[in-house]
């Protein structure tokens, strides 16, 4: 074993670290992905990544939690609103666009996780609840009178996120591009339709 | 060399050869599956299917075909259509949803393609043929006075298609759902909005 300070480059922390093996699993697949692989790119070795993270689960896991979590915290200030449904769900549309284009490498890996694995399975537990949740205010704001009734609630949410969470397979960041003006464009086309 | 009466298993033409293949593609990637595994699911050798079809590339290349067949032929049908530009791109957006539908794993495969092998990168010229389609109709009606002009026509038609394209993410076919209600749900949300 060398010792603790010889391990890892300089300029590798468990962030930057993190942010490389995004990159590599999204690119080759988390399966397709071996610590080996990512060592070789991060011209690191094995036991340098170990020092940081004691296995390549635990990669995914931050990972996914990172996209879960901005995407929960957007739920939470949505619940803690006053106002109709519709509102809550335009406030959690307008926020998810805002977390996809912030975590956009982290959000990617999360939307295509199969569950193979244990925190794989965890991660699609914790998307079903986002996608409950999303159903819950679609189906109060129907019942306000404000969402069109005739379209399943559920079929309207998964419409409606299917629009949002397409983002990761064409939206690429600009200089000078503002999120919010794509959130604004989801959400006229969600709420109100592409027609004149 | 065995005698070609011999080769395959009856109930193996092409057609069903495709299909368990495209399951396969679909399940574990089309990088992640070898010939090998082909011939391990279907119970027959890797000779007998080479009597079917050339190569695991030629598979891939009769499936992804297929759905971009599919799609284009509704967009022919489209462009011989006399009319308005948004009544073509929604008969154009409610074609395409009866082919996601009827063809959900060829589209899957194709919507996953990502452009390593000369098959892919064609298939990828394709796709984005039929996007610049799809934004021409979008720009063509604004111009028409009949789309939003607040939102830029090649976001719309992202938007558009995203939401489309999301039903391999999530539909599943069930006995007695008609896949006309599901495109009249897409076009009432894509075209009006979810709001009542």
Not at 4 to 18: I, K, M, V
Not at 37 to 50: C, F, P, W
Not at 64 to 71: C, I, K, P, Q
Not at 127 to 138: G, K, Q
Request: proline content about 4%; hydrophobic content about 40%; aromatic content about 6%.
């Amino acid at each position: 074993m060398s010792t603790p300070a010889r391990r890892g480059r300089p300029g590798y922390d468990l962030e930057s670290l993190l942010q490389v093996a995004v990159k590599l699993f999204n690119e080759r697949g988390y399966d397709g992905t071996s610590m080996e692989d990512l060592s070789r790119k991060l011209g690191i070795t094995k036991s340098a990544i170990y020092h940081h993270v004691p296995s390549k689960e635990e990669l995914l896991r931050l990972a996914v939690d990172r996209a879960l979590n901005g995407l929960f915290a957007v739920a939470l200030e949505t619940e803690s609103f006053e106002g109709r449904a519709i509102e809550k769900l335009e406030h959690l549309v307008r926020g998810s666009v805002l977390v996809l284009i912030e975590q956009l490498p982290f959000v990617t890996l999360l939307l295509r996780v199969r569950g193979n694995t244990k925190i794989e399975r965890a991660a699609l537990a914790r998307r079903r609840e986002f996608d409950r949740l999303v159903t819950d205010l679609v189906k109060q704001a129907e019942t306000e009178g404000d969402v069109r009734p005739d379209i399943d609630p559920a079929v309207t949410a998964r419409l409606l996120y299917g629009m949002v969470n397409s983002l990761i397979e064409w939206y690429r960041p600009r200089r000078g591009s503002a999120g919010t003006e794509l959130a604004d464009a989801v959400c006229k086309i969600a709420f109100d339709g592409l027609r004149a």
